[in-house]
């Protein structure tokens, strides 16, 4: 089973294949890795491009960054803010960004509002000025830093003053392989019956092959049978300087030293499946390079982790992993020691055997799959570390002010959201997408929003023509044969479902009935009530405990008018002995709710019961939806506070933990509704307060201190999530806003209304 994680997408900044560098290597391969792993994240690469042509890049490449402008930096960060991205995830290198020691990274991540998890894969112990202020920089811009060794971390806190909390180490690493003998992999390569030395990698000066190849006649004294294989295309800025000269050096040198025979060079830069075949043919694995401040080498990992006896100069990666045994460390520069340690190991089966198998022992834990998960971890600690950071600032800033005052009511962005045929259901942001259709839910939830404006005065020809238009729709989605309402309609005006859903025939009922009782139009009046009729009976065989509650609004909308109506009355009293039943089965004394788990929509289930418990007069149901309505409010009450709704991912299951992310604006809305209606029925100021309490969410009273109603748009936003608001502004959100505000209103009317002092 895969391992699941609440971050949905990631982005990763870095060079990307097929651009040839052991950064852009790496990025691919933790991408590839991470969405392998957890297939419900989406994960995107943003590289950096070195020529001005770029690369051609896979499909996974988003968005690409000119290594040497500034501004195509900052374009990213807006790119990047767009796109709803949960964690940025950055592969620092100085070589590959722009500016002095890469420094226009940095004004990448001055402009991102992202938690920002930087992999280093170099960390310098004596830097230059600009290297120091560019790391000191990009340590503090990050929320967490990744290494992949020990030594790696000492540096960070010694060198760079990072916090030791900030800092995780996780291993570079390696593709899953099979423990096999080397013989299995020679005949490949027309080495069978040799013995095989291998360095890979983009060949460039610093990796110290010429002292390899001065070891070798030294080595082929001993071993007649061995053979150096040198796999790996030259280094591309290495091959724009100066072409191929370097390569042509190294093949001089061994042939002046005699040993031309024994050295096959690879001119290539090979895929991993062929890679692996490559490592899987040597004997010894040897990287000769020729200074420490490598503190992290893939090449080594890939090699030790697959099992191989390792023969190398001790840079600080290589010091770390090889330590205890696992390998064999010589000098720097030192071609006779180099000779010497690697002739002994090729006559030593049992010593090579044993470093082989502790090698390969060790690096189970480097494959891929449990880097990726490691990654996965210090991403989750990245998002709840900056969202806790964002709830202190809140508590300081916003939450010891309780708000004042109404919104002015603006229908711009409802407007935007409706055509001739409904209510769309999503944007993106603030544009209507229209891939995702229309559903009866959003329109039935239109059609209760205008019937309220119309009770506030709101009369306008928009609004008359839009509310045709949500009553015509539910009129359409009812199918008299069924009974039943249908959810889903495409763009095209073709229906979607594939099944029925009972809540969307509650929720239509619910505002069919609402249109009954308390719309001023004959015409809706006319048509609600021709199909609340024949619809509401079905809802007494529904399964759904919120389908129940919806239906209870509807009935109690509709007997406003029409209260001498049998059949409606004989149903409303049996969804409230449904629901009476359901709390006497589930409930105790420490659990006081109707279902094992508190869900969405929740206070939908108390206030269908203070309603009904009003409108039939009987005080056990009223009791007991004021009962269950309080509980809902502690339990959705913050420290500080302010509404804390049960969050959508995962919710509140009995005796586990509630889920406080993500916030869903329906579940404000009901509060808002459940309060006004329970302050209606006692007069307590107790719920008014709570009522209001439950509507500042959506005005910046929250965990985040962020505001979902957008007043420029007029819409709202889709979510509070752990560390930022759902930009888009889809129709569940922005009406959960609108009727709360029309609600709210209408309440302040009332008490206006009472206070006002009588006429002379």
Known sequence: MKPRSEIRKVAFVGDYLPRLCGIATFTTDILTSVAAQFPKVSCFAVPVNDVKEGYDYPPEVRFEIAE??????????????????????????????????????????????????????????????????????????????????????????????APAGKIDVVCHGIPESSFVDPGYYKDHFGVEGKKVLLTFGLLSPNKGIEVMLDALPAIVAEHPDAVYIVLGATHPHLLREVGESYRLSLELRAEKNGVKKNVIFYN????????????????????????????????????????????????????????????????????????????????????????????????????????????????????????????????????????????????????????????????????PNFATGYCTDDNARALVLTVLLEELGEDSPQLLAAATTYAAFLQYAYDPKSRRFRNFMNFDRSWADKAVSEDCCGRALAALGTCVGRSKNPGFQALAGQIFAEALAPATGFSSPRAWALALVGAHGYLRRLDGDRRVTQVRDGLVELLLGLYGRTATPEWPWFEDSVTYMNAGLPHALILSGQGTGRPEALALGLKTLRWLTEIQTAPGGYLRPIGSNGFYRRGGPRADFDQQPIEAQKMVSACLEAYRCTSDDYWFSQARRAFDWFLGRNDLGLSLYDPVTGGCRDGLHVDRVNQNQGAESTLAFLVSLAEMRRMHDELAAFQAPPPS
Request: net charge neutral.
């Open 268 to 431: 290539r830069f090979v895929e991993l499946a062929e890679l692996k075949e490559f490592i899987g043919a040597a004997d010894v694995y040897i990287t000769p390079y020729l200074n420490e401040a490598q503190i992290s080498s893939g090449t080594l990992a890939y090699s030790f982790g697959s099992g191989k006896a390792v023969v190398s100069t001790p840079y600080w990666h290589a010091q770390e992993l090889l330590a205890e045994d696992r390998g064999v460390l010589v000098p720097f520069g030192d071609s006779a020691a180099l000779a010497r340690e690697v002739a002994a190991l090729l006559k030593d089966d049992a010593r090579r055997n044993i470093m082989r198998k502790n090698a390969y022992k060790l690096g189970r834990e480097m494959v891929w799959s449990n880097v990726a998960t490691a990654y996965m971890q210090s991403f989750e600690r990245a998002r709840n570390e900056r969202a806790g950071l964002a709830r202190k600032l809140v508590t300081v800033k916003t939450l010891d002010k309780q708000l004042t005052g109404l919104p002015e009511l603006k229908l711009d962005h409802l407007a935007r959201m409706t055509d001739s045929t409904g209510l769309f259901q999503h944007a993106i942001v603030a544009v």
């Open 68 to 161: 040497q402008n500034l501004d195509s930096y900052r374009r990213a960060a807006d790119f990047l803010a767009m796109s709803d991205v949960d964690v940025l995830c950055v592969q620092h290198e100085y070589g590959i960004y722009g500016g002095a020691a890469g420094g226009h990274l940095l004004a990448l991540l001055r402009e991102v509002d992202l938690p920002v998890v930087t992999t280093l894969h170099t960390v310098l112990k004596d830097p230059t000025p600009d290297q120091r202020r560019v790391m000191r920089e990009l340590i503090g811009l990050s929320t967490r830093v990744v290494v992949m060794s020990n030594k790696g971390a000492e540096f960070l806190k010694g060198v760079y003053k």
